[in-house]
DNA sequence: GCCC
DNA sequence: CAGTACG
DNA sequence: GGGCCGTTACTG
Protein backbone atom coordinates (compact mmCIF):
# COMPACT_ATOMS: atom_id res chain seq x y z
CA UNK A 1 0.00 0.00 0.00
CA UNK A 2 1.39 3.52 -1.12
CA UNK A 3 0.11 5.12 2.42
CA UNK A 4 3.08 6.54 3.24
CA UNK A 5 2.86 10.54 2.31
CA UNK A 6 -1.15 9.78 3.65
CA UNK A 7 0.55 8.82 6.82
CA UNK A 8 3.55 11.55 6.60
CA UNK A 9 0.82 14.31 6.01
CA UNK A 10 -1.14 13.14 9.12
CA UNK A 11 1.78 13.27 11.18
CA UNK A 12 3.03 16.70 10.68
CA UNK A 13 -0.51 17.75 10.78
CA UNK A 14 -0.60 16.05 14.57
CA UNK A 15 2.80 17.97 14.94
CA UNK A 16 1.11 20.89 13.93
CA UNK A 17 -1.64 21.18 16.31
CA UNK A 18 0.58 19.94 18.92
CA UNK A 19 2.42 23.02 18.66
CA UNK A 20 -0.48 25.16 18.30
CA UNK A 21 -1.16 24.75 21.83
CA UNK A 22 -4.82 25.99 21.91
CA UNK A 23 -7.84 24.43 21.13
CA UNK A 24 -9.13 24.08 17.76
CA UNK A 25 -12.79 25.44 17.68
CA UNK A 26 -13.91 25.35 14.18
CA UNK A 27 -13.08 24.42 10.77
CA UNK A 28 -12.06 27.82 9.62
CA UNK A 29 -9.00 27.69 12.83
CA UNK A 30 -7.92 24.22 11.67
CA UNK A 31 -7.66 25.21 8.36
CA UNK A 32 -5.37 28.22 9.00
CA UNK A 33 -3.01 25.89 10.52
CA UNK A 34 -0.22 25.16 8.29
CA UNK A 35 -0.08 21.26 7.78
CA UNK A 36 -3.78 21.14 8.02
CA UNK A 37 -5.40 21.34 4.20
CA UNK A 38 -9.27 20.83 3.55
CA UNK A 39 -9.64 16.75 4.53
CA UNK A 40 -8.21 17.01 7.79
CA UNK A 41 -9.98 20.45 8.68
CA UNK A 42 -13.26 18.53 7.76
CA UNK A 43 -12.40 16.00 10.09
CA UNK A 44 -11.37 18.44 12.57
CA UNK A 45 -14.66 19.76 12.16
CA UNK A 46 -16.66 16.81 12.58
CA UNK A 47 -14.59 15.75 16.07
CA UNK A 48 -15.83 19.48 17.09
CA UNK A 49 -18.93 18.97 15.87
CA UNK A 50 -20.15 15.30 17.44
CA UNK A 51 -17.62 14.75 19.44
CA UNK A 52 -16.42 11.78 17.00
CA UNK A 53 -14.74 10.36 13.99
CA UNK A 54 -17.08 7.91 11.71
CA UNK A 55 -14.38 7.06 9.68
CA UNK A 56 -12.38 5.86 12.98
CA UNK A 57 -15.84 3.10 13.79
CA UNK A 58 -14.82 1.39 10.64
CA UNK A 59 -11.61 0.31 11.62
CA UNK A 60 -11.37 -3.50 11.24
CA UNK A 61 -9.92 -6.07 13.43
CA UNK A 62 -7.42 -6.88 10.83
CA UNK A 63 -6.48 -3.39 11.01
CA UNK A 64 -5.81 -3.49 14.60
CA UNK A 65 -3.49 -6.60 14.11
CA UNK A 66 -1.76 -5.36 11.05
CA UNK A 67 -0.80 -2.06 13.36
CA UNK A 68 0.71 -4.37 16.00
CA UNK A 69 2.64 -6.34 13.56
CA UNK A 70 3.90 -3.55 12.42
CA UNK A 71 4.85 -2.10 15.82
CA UNK A 72 7.30 -5.28 15.84
CA UNK A 73 10.82 -3.98 15.58
CA UNK A 74 11.94 -4.96 12.59
CA UNK A 75 8.65 -5.47 10.95
CA UNK A 76 7.17 -2.76 8.59
CA UNK A 77 4.49 -1.90 6.63
CA UNK A 78 5.31 -5.04 4.27
CA UNK A 79 6.10 -7.52 6.23
CA UNK A 80 3.03 -6.50 8.46
CA UNK A 81 0.68 -6.85 5.69
CA UNK A 82 2.65 -9.69 4.42
CA UNK A 83 1.78 -11.90 7.64
CA UNK A 84 -1.61 -10.76 7.74
CA UNK A 85 -2.39 -12.26 4.02
CA UNK A 86 -0.89 -15.22 4.76
CA UNK A 87 -3.75 -15.49 7.73
CA UNK A 88 -1.48 -15.00 10.65
CA UNK A 89 -3.34 -13.22 13.37
CA UNK A 90 -1.33 -13.58 16.54
CA UNK A 91 2.19 -13.64 17.12
CA UNK A 92 2.19 -17.46 17.85
CA UNK A 93 1.02 -18.42 14.75
CA UNK A 94 3.84 -16.16 13.23
CA UNK A 95 6.44 -17.63 15.51
CA UNK A 96 5.12 -20.68 14.73
CA UNK A 97 5.56 -20.33 10.62
CA UNK A 98 7.69 -17.32 9.48
CA UNK A 99 11.35 -17.41 9.21
CA UNK A 100 12.18 -14.61 11.07
CA UNK A 101 15.34 -12.32 11.71
CA UNK A 102 16.78 -12.38 14.96
CA UNK A 103 15.82 -8.92 15.65
CA UNK A 104 12.41 -9.60 14.51
CA UNK A 105 12.25 -12.41 17.69
CA UNK A 106 13.18 -10.15 20.26
CA UNK A 107 10.92 -7.63 19.22
CA UNK A 108 8.40 -10.39 19.56
CA UNK A 109 9.56 -11.28 23.00
CA UNK A 110 9.82 -7.94 24.57
CA UNK A 111 7.33 -6.44 22.56
CA UNK A 112 5.12 -5.32 25.18
CA UNK A 113 8.07 -3.97 27.30
CA UNK A 114 8.77 -2.05 24.22
CA UNK A 115 5.30 -0.84 23.81
CA UNK A 116 5.69 0.99 27.24
CA UNK A 117 6.31 4.64 27.57
CA UNK A 118 9.70 5.51 29.73
CA UNK A 119 8.82 8.03 32.52
CA UNK A 120 11.22 10.62 32.35
CA UNK A 121 13.05 10.10 35.28
CA UNK A 122 13.60 6.22 34.35
CA UNK A 123 15.60 7.53 31.23
CA UNK A 124 17.81 10.09 33.47
CA UNK A 125 18.95 6.78 35.62
CA UNK A 126 19.49 4.82 32.27
CA UNK A 127 21.34 7.70 30.74
CA UNK A 128 23.62 8.10 34.42
CA UNK A 129 24.11 4.14 34.07
CA UNK A 130 25.60 4.40 30.51
CA UNK A 131 27.88 7.73 31.65
CA UNK A 132 29.26 6.13 34.72
CA UNK A 133 30.32 3.22 32.77
CA UNK A 134 31.59 5.70 30.08
CA UNK A 135 33.38 7.62 32.31
CA UNK A 136 34.76 4.72 33.53
CA UNK A 137 36.89 4.31 30.32
CA UNK A 138 38.05 8.27 30.00
CA UNK A 139 36.71 10.63 32.50
CA UNK A 140 37.29 12.91 29.21
CA UNK A 141 33.87 11.63 27.51
CA UNK A 142 31.10 13.19 27.14
CA UNK A 143 27.57 12.01 27.01
CA UNK A 144 24.47 13.42 26.29
CA UNK A 145 20.98 12.56 26.21
CA UNK A 146 18.98 13.55 22.72
CA UNK A 147 15.79 12.47 21.49
CA UNK A 148 12.44 13.56 23.27
CA UNK A 149 14.25 13.21 26.61
CA UNK A 150 16.29 16.75 25.13
CA UNK A 151 13.23 18.20 23.70
CA UNK A 152 11.87 18.30 27.53
CA UNK A 153 8.64 15.23 26.84
CA UNK A 154 7.77 14.02 30.00
CA UNK A 155 8.03 10.48 28.84
CA UNK A 156 10.16 8.84 25.99
CA UNK A 157 10.21 5.64 23.54
CA UNK A 158 13.59 5.19 24.33
CA UNK A 159 17.24 6.37 25.39
CA UNK A 160 19.25 8.25 22.91
CA UNK A 161 22.96 8.77 24.20
CA UNK A 162 25.22 10.79 22.23
CA UNK A 163 28.96 10.36 23.62
CA UNK A 164 32.03 12.71 22.28
CA UNK A 165 35.02 13.70 23.35
CA UNK A 166 37.12 16.55 23.14
CA UNK A 167 40.33 15.47 21.04
CA UNK A 168 42.23 18.89 21.59
CA UNK A 169 44.59 16.97 23.82
CA UNK A 170 45.25 14.60 20.97
CA UNK A 171 42.79 11.81 22.05
CA UNK A 172 39.95 10.55 20.77
CA UNK A 173 36.71 8.45 21.57
CA UNK A 174 37.95 5.67 18.87
CA UNK A 175 37.47 2.04 20.07
CA UNK A 176 35.23 3.28 23.39
CA UNK A 177 32.42 2.18 22.39
CA UNK A 178 33.44 -1.83 22.09
CA UNK A 179 34.87 -1.47 25.27
CA UNK A 180 31.86 0.40 26.44
CA UNK A 181 29.16 -2.53 25.13
CA UNK A 182 31.19 -4.83 26.75
CA UNK A 183 31.22 -3.28 29.78
CA UNK A 184 27.30 -2.71 29.92
CA UNK A 185 26.91 -6.17 29.02
CA UNK A 186 28.96 -8.01 31.76
CA UNK A 187 26.58 -5.76 34.26
CA UNK A 188 23.66 -7.79 32.56
CA UNK A 189 22.21 -4.06 32.02
CA UNK A 190 22.84 -4.38 27.96
CA UNK A 191 20.05 -7.53 27.27
CA UNK A 192 19.95 -7.72 23.33
CA UNK A 193 22.44 -6.18 20.66
CA UNK A 194 19.95 -5.30 17.80
CA UNK A 195 22.88 -3.32 15.72
CA UNK A 196 26.10 -4.09 16.27
CA UNK A 197 28.06 -0.84 15.95
CA UNK A 198 30.31 -0.23 12.84
CA UNK A 199 33.78 -0.91 13.64
CA UNK A 200 35.98 1.32 15.08
CA UNK A 201 34.99 4.53 13.54
CA UNK A 202 34.50 7.80 15.41
CA UNK A 203 30.88 7.72 14.25
CA UNK A 204 30.16 4.26 15.38
CA UNK A 205 26.66 3.43 16.90
CA UNK A 206 24.88 1.15 19.27
CA UNK A 207 21.50 0.16 18.92
CA UNK A 208 19.74 -2.33 21.49
CA UNK A 209 17.84 -3.18 24.72
CA UNK A 210 18.67 -2.75 28.21
CA UNK A 211 17.36 -3.15 31.49
CA UNK A 212 17.68 -1.64 35.08
CA UNK A 213 17.76 -3.92 37.90
CA UNK A 214 14.29 -3.05 38.75
CA UNK A 215 12.94 -1.85 35.67
CA UNK A 216 11.42 -4.00 32.22
CA UNK A 217 12.95 -3.71 28.90
CA UNK A 218 14.26 -0.73 27.01
CA UNK A 219 15.17 0.57 23.98
CA UNK A 220 18.58 2.09 24.16
CA UNK A 221 20.92 4.02 21.35
CA UNK A 222 24.21 4.83 21.80
CA UNK A 223 25.88 7.45 18.61
CA UNK A 224 29.33 8.00 18.98
CA UNK A 225 30.38 11.44 17.98
CA UNK A 226 32.87 13.73 16.22
CA UNK A 227 33.92 16.39 18.70
CA UNK A 228 33.71 18.40 15.64
CA UNK A 229 30.68 17.39 14.55
CA UNK A 230 28.43 17.74 18.15
CA UNK A 231 26.80 20.33 16.93
CA UNK A 232 25.10 18.30 13.50
CA UNK A 233 24.80 15.39 16.34
CA UNK A 234 22.71 17.15 18.76
CA UNK A 235 20.07 18.78 16.24
CA UNK A 236 19.63 14.91 14.06
CA UNK A 237 19.67 12.97 17.36
CA UNK A 238 17.47 15.63 19.26
CA UNK A 239 14.73 15.92 16.41
CA UNK A 240 12.28 15.33 16.26
CA UNK A 241 12.08 13.59 13.11
CA UNK A 242 9.57 15.99 11.01
CA UNK A 243 11.74 18.97 12.69
CA UNK A 244 14.93 17.22 10.68
CA UNK A 245 12.94 16.78 7.73
CA UNK A 246 12.00 20.12 7.28
CA UNK A 247 15.27 21.50 8.29
CA UNK A 248 17.03 19.25 5.81
CA UNK A 249 14.38 20.31 3.23
CA UNK A 250 15.39 24.05 3.76
CA UNK A 251 19.08 22.76 3.35
CA UNK A 252 18.66 21.27 0.03
CA UNK A 253 16.44 24.12 -1.44
CA UNK A 254 19.49 26.45 -0.73
CA UNK A 255 21.67 23.93 -2.80
CA UNK A 256 22.96 22.82 1.09
CA UNK A 257 22.75 19.29 2.27
CA UNK A 258 21.87 18.65 6.01
CA UNK A 259 23.03 15.17 8.06
CA UNK A 260 24.16 14.28 11.38
CA UNK A 261 27.77 14.66 10.44
CA UNK A 262 26.66 18.89 9.30
CA UNK A 263 25.78 21.25 6.36
CA UNK A 264 27.73 20.93 3.51
CA UNK A 265 27.65 22.50 0.06
CA UNK A 266 25.21 20.18 -2.06
CA UNK A 267 28.10 19.30 -4.63
CA UNK A 268 27.90 16.50 -6.28
CA UNK A 269 30.45 14.13 -5.31
CA UNK A 270 31.71 10.77 -7.19
CA UNK A 271 31.38 7.56 -5.43
CA UNK A 272 34.48 6.56 -5.20
CA UNK A 273 33.82 6.46 -1.34
CA UNK A 274 35.77 9.55 -0.11
CA UNK A 275 33.00 11.27 2.02
CA UNK A 276 33.22 14.80 2.57
CA UNK A 277 36.13 16.38 1.31
CA UNK A 278 37.75 19.82 3.60
CA UNK A 279 36.36 22.35 1.10
CA UNK A 280 32.62 21.99 1.33
CA UNK A 281 32.07 21.61 4.83
CA UNK A 282 30.08 24.73 6.03
CA UNK A 283 28.88 24.44 9.60
CA UNK A 284 28.78 21.57 12.17
CA UNK A 285 30.18 22.35 15.22
CA UNK A 286 26.90 24.12 17.14
CA UNK A 287 23.73 24.13 16.60
CA UNK A 288 24.06 27.64 16.27
CA UNK A 289 26.29 27.73 14.06
CA UNK A 290 24.46 25.36 11.46
CA UNK A 291 20.81 27.33 12.47
CA UNK A 292 22.88 30.70 11.13
CA UNK A 293 23.85 29.29 7.97
CA UNK A 294 20.67 28.01 7.38
CA UNK A 295 18.82 31.28 8.49
CA UNK A 296 16.90 29.82 10.76
CA UNK A 297 16.36 31.09 14.17
CA UNK A 298 18.37 29.47 16.85
CA UNK A 299 16.08 28.81 20.05
C1' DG B 1 -2.66 13.43 3.15
C1' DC B 2 -0.47 18.82 2.20
C1' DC B 3 1.85 22.19 -0.46
C1' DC B 4 3.95 24.40 -4.46
C1' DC C 1 18.48 -4.92 -3.77
C1' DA C 2 13.97 -4.09 -0.58
C1' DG C 3 12.84 -3.37 3.90
C1' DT C 4 13.56 -1.31 8.24
C1' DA C 5 15.29 1.96 11.61
C1' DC C 6 17.27 6.63 13.72
C1' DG C 7 16.17 11.62 14.89
C1' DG D 1 1.19 16.93 -11.53
C1' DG D 2 4.90 15.85 -8.52
C1' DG D 3 7.71 16.09 -4.29
C1' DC D 4 7.52 14.79 0.41
C1' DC D 5 15.31 13.83 4.60
C1' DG D 6 19.51 11.65 4.53
C1' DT D 7 24.15 9.83 -1.99
C1' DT D 8 21.67 8.67 6.82
C1' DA D 9 22.94 3.44 8.19
C1' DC D 10 22.11 -1.58 8.91
C1' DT D 11 20.18 -6.49 7.78
C1' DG D 12 19.51 -10.47 4.97
Not at 31 to 53: C, M
Not at 68 to 79: D, E, M, T
Not at 110 to 123: M, T
Request: hydrophobic share 35%; aromatic share 8%; net charge positive.
Amino acid sequence: MKDEWRILSYRKAISAIKKYKKPITSYEEAKKIPGIGLRTAEKIAEIIDTGNLKRIDSFSEGDDIIKKFGNVYGVGPSIAMKWYAKGHRTFEDVLKDEKLTRNQISGILYYDDLQKRIPRDEVTKISEWVTRAALSIDPKLECITGGSYRRGNPDCGDVDIMITRNDSDGTTHLGVLSRLVEILRDQGFLTHELVQHNGESLSAKFMGICKLPEGVHRRLDIFMVPYNEMGAALLSYTGNDIFNRSMRLMARKKKMCLNQHGLFMNVSRGRDGIKYSEGKIIAQKTEKEICDALGVPWR
